[in-house]
């Protein structure tokens, strides 16, 4: 699948159809994920794999009871390594930098996920010392995502987008990009 199909056809999934992920989907997944850019090439991501339905049911109430994320066959957290970044760059590294390189790394498994044909949705709304406390993470690891993953039980409409427009600035912000 070309790049630009995944980033414009990839959807949200919140139904899934009940499956079991194989060993080589996941790690084509995962795969994808260590490949992401990271500040220094600190690499600051560890990823917790939860496929234990009780323990699912665990993060989908610490996720604000989205009681949806249960019907995946598994929900990936990505979680920095908060020492890593920070021993390098402080507390930018700490605050900014872990959470950048750890997005790029969850976007990397929604489109790889996406190319062979599995559905996910991207969990920022839970309660982080919950989840903390479900997958036993050390003081240094800290949760900032979740990701819903599984054969998709729907197909959603593409979403609305504003505009290019709207939304790049040349030069100074309010000065209009023209194409």
């Given at each position: 699948m070309e790049v630009y199909e995944a980033?414009?056809?990839?959807?949200?999934?919140?139904?899934y159809?009940?499956?079991?992920?194989?060993?080589e989907q996941l790690k084509y997944v995962l795969e994808a994920a260590i490949w992401?850019?990271?500040?220094g090439n600190l690499q600051p991501w560890e990823f917790v794999v939860v496929d234990d339905k009780d323990n699912m049911r665990q993060l989908a109430r610490a996720s604000l009871n989205q009681m949806w994320m249960t019907e995946a066959s598994a929900i990936i957290a990505v979680c920095a390594d908060v020492d890593r970044t920070g021993a390098i760059y402080g507390e930018r590294g700490r605050r900014l930098?872990?959470?950048?390189d750890c997005a790029a790394a969850t976007q990397n498994m929604l489109l790889a996920s996406y190319s062979i044909g599995l559905g996910t949705c991207w969990v920022?709304?839970?309660?982080?010392e919950e989840v903390r406390r479900v997958l036993k993470l050390p003081a240094n690891v800290?949760?900032?995502a979740l990701i819903t993953i599984g054969q998709p039980?729907?197909?959603?409409?593409?979403?609305?987008?504003?505009?290019?427009?709207?939304?790049?600035?040349?030069?100074?912000?309010?000065?209009?990009?023209?194409?």
């Open positions: 980033i414009r056809g990839r959807r949200s999934i919140r139904s159809i009940p499956s079991k992920l194989s060993p992401a850019p990271s500040a930098y872990a959470i950048q920022g709304a839970f309660y982080e800290r949760p900032l039980g729907e197909r959603p409409s593409p979403p609305h987008r504003r505009s290019l427009r709207e939304v790049v600035h040349h030069n100074l912000f309010g000065r209009p990009w023209s194409v």
